[in-house]
């Protein structure tokens, strides 16, 4: 099980188009399954989304996680933009400015298991998920015996 960590720089729509691709295709070589490869393709669009939406620019770096017993994914966005107000507000369904058609910040915190926002006020905003597989019994075989 492998993958390389993987580094965007998000200006435009065709960079969302390019980090939705990248975020499925580590976690696809990370074994995660198609439909949790989907789910956290669509929490990388949405956070990257937010970057061009409300920050103009920002970057995106997603890193392959491993320890005894799981596999994961670490995506962090980071962005020079205006921060968010009330970020724990933006957490709660039904905050997103007028015209919202995605999932929203609840949405992708939904789906991921670690979900962290730091934001300062005309400086910018990171923002950090995580989303873990369990190993199974085999995996850990096969990986001891490759050691
Ligand atoms: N990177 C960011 N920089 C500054 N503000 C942000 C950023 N990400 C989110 N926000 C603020 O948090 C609010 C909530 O974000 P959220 O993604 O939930 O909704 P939205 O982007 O307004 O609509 P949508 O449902 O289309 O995503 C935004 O309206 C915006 O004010
Ligand atoms: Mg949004």
Request: net charge negative; charged share 30%.
């Amino acid at each position: 099980m492998s993958g390389e960590a993987v580094s965007l720089r998000i200006t435009c729509d065709a960079d969302l188009v390019a980090a939705r691709a990248e975020a499925r295709a580590l976690a696809e070589r990370l074994g995660f399954t198609r439909t949790d490869a989907t789910l956290i393709a669509t929490a990388v669009s949405e956070i990257t989304r937010n970057i061009i939406v409300h920050a103009e620019s920002g970057d995106l770096q997603m890193t392959p996680l491993v320890n005894d017993v799981k596999y994961g994914i670490e995506v962090v966005a980071t962005d020079s933009g205006p921060g968010i107000r009330h970020p724990e507000a933006a957490l709660e369904d039904g905050y997103a400015g007028q015209g919202g058609l995605g999932l929203g910040l609840p949405g992708v915190r939904r789906l991921v298991d670690q979900f962290s926002i730091q934001t300062e006020l005309d400086k910018g905003t990171t923002i950090t998920l995580v989303k873990w597989r369990l190993r199974d019994e085999l995996e850990r075989l096969r990986e001891r015996r490759r050691r």
